[in-house]
């Protein structure tokens, strides 16, 4: 039996791969993947892994064909646009919502990039600085990775355990996000100026300041009625029944 070859596609990334090194994979700001096939829907089925919280990453490990490239050195927007290109890929361009009680048909391929300065990004090396009006202060920051992720995930976990009704994710992302404070890059430096200097109105348009620069897609959609949703991504974007 001669060998199948599968059909792909190649996915522009959102960042354009300005937030990877030069050298890295991602830094074309473009992937190649394949078409889903029954093989995927298995994983999506996958009971262990939707229990461990990584069927989806399973998903694009499968589907991407450089198999150099880590999911989890992909930012949230390039993750969410390989998501959507997978899903496109898989099922059709319409997804089919539940929203209050009404069948709702969305168009993925309406989904598109945030417009963006993409001047900020170039040659930053995900490295930026952000002066915060009311004190002063010189952050550094950093626009968070899978890898980061993971370790505000498990670093949450353990807080958990210790305070089971304390909510520190907001602080968490924070501490993780932020790489110097007035040029003092101490871990314990930045640690203390979250939890004790940061004040809630800095922190606010410190927010609003990096979802301006970060990459992403915009997720928000307009129904046949008028209203505007944001797309979901969960296992259910992939198969409703699963």
């Known amino acids: ?6 059909p792909t596609e190649e996915v522009e990334l959102p960042s354009k791969g300005l937030l990877y090194l030069k050298d890295h994979p991602l830094s074309s700001g473009k992937v190649e993947i394949k078409y889903m096939t029954a093989k995927e829907e298995d994983i999506l089925t996958n009971q262990a892994y939707i229990q461990k919280g ?14 150099d490239i880590k999911i989890s050195d992909l930012h949230t ?10 899903r496109i890929l898989g099922y059709g361009k319409e997804y089919i919502v539940n929203i209050g009680g009404k069948e709702e048909s969305i168009d993925l391929t309406e989904i598109k990039p945030k417009n963006i300065n993409y001047s900020a990004l170039e040659n930053s090396n995900n490295s930026f600085t952000y002066k915060l009006e009311n004190t002063g202060t010189v952050l550094g920051f950093k626009l968070l990775d899978g890898n980061d992720t993971k370790k505000i995930e498990r670093e949450l976990k353990g807080l958990k355990k210790i305070s089971p009704n304390s909510s520190p994710e907001l602080t968490t992302r924070l501490k993780h996000m932020i790489t110097s404070v007035d040029g003092d890059d101490e871990v314990k430096s930045i640690r203390d100026f979250v939890d004790n200097y940061f004040l809630a109105k800095d922190a606010r348009a410190f927010r609003d300041h ?10 928000t959609v307009s129904l046949d009625g008028g209203e505007e949703v944001s797309v979901p991504i969960g296992l259910n974007f992939f198969w409703p029944d699963a």
Request: cysteine-free; hydrophobic content about 55%; glycine content about 2%.
């Open 1 to 6: 039996m001669s060998e199948f070859k599968f």
């Open 54 to 67: 990584i069927v989806l990453d399973k998903l694009l490990e499968a589907v991407i064909i450089n198999k």
């Open 77 to 86: 927007g390039d993750k969410n646009a390989l998501f959507v290109a997978t």
């Open 210 to 219: 990096v979802r301006e620069i970060a990459p992403d897609l915009d997720m």
